[in-house]
């Protein structure tokens, strides 16, 4: 499987990463677009996650998709975090109180 790419891949993995991390692997399938579940269905026949619905009494807050990443899928993401956050920060629009001089 090779490395996303794509904007709507990297940014797809990091909102797929964030669902593990913070909600245990559940999303709600309203911030997900067609083309957006193409691309998990793509990674999951190439076994870099895997994703489904969660059984219908389980559901908790329109979250009725599950997600997990692989090893990789992790690894990838954890890249993209890096090189997201030094982009917004190179492109931030505040000074910092030690650079105003």
Not at 20 to 40: A, K, R, T, Y
Not at 41 to 65: A, F, L, N, P
Not at 90 to 95: A, D, E, L, P
Request: aromatic residues 10%; contains cysteine; proline residues 2%.
């Amino acid at each position: 499987m090779e490395t996303p790419t794509t904007k709507t891949e990297l940014s797809l993995l990091l909102f797929i990463e964030t669902a593990m991390v913070d909600h245990g692997g559940s999303f709600n399938p309203q911030h997900v677009n067609v083309e957006e579940f193409e691309i998990l269905d793509w990674w999951k026949e190439e076994k870099y996650i895997d994703h489904g619905r969660i059984v219908h009494r389980d559901i908790k807050s329109g979250k009725c998709h599950w997600v997990t990443l692989t090893s990789q899928a992790f690894a990838d993401a954890h890249r993209e975090r890096i090189a997201r956050s030094v982009r917004l920060y190179n492109g931030r629009r505040w000074v910092k109180t030690s650079e105003d001089e």
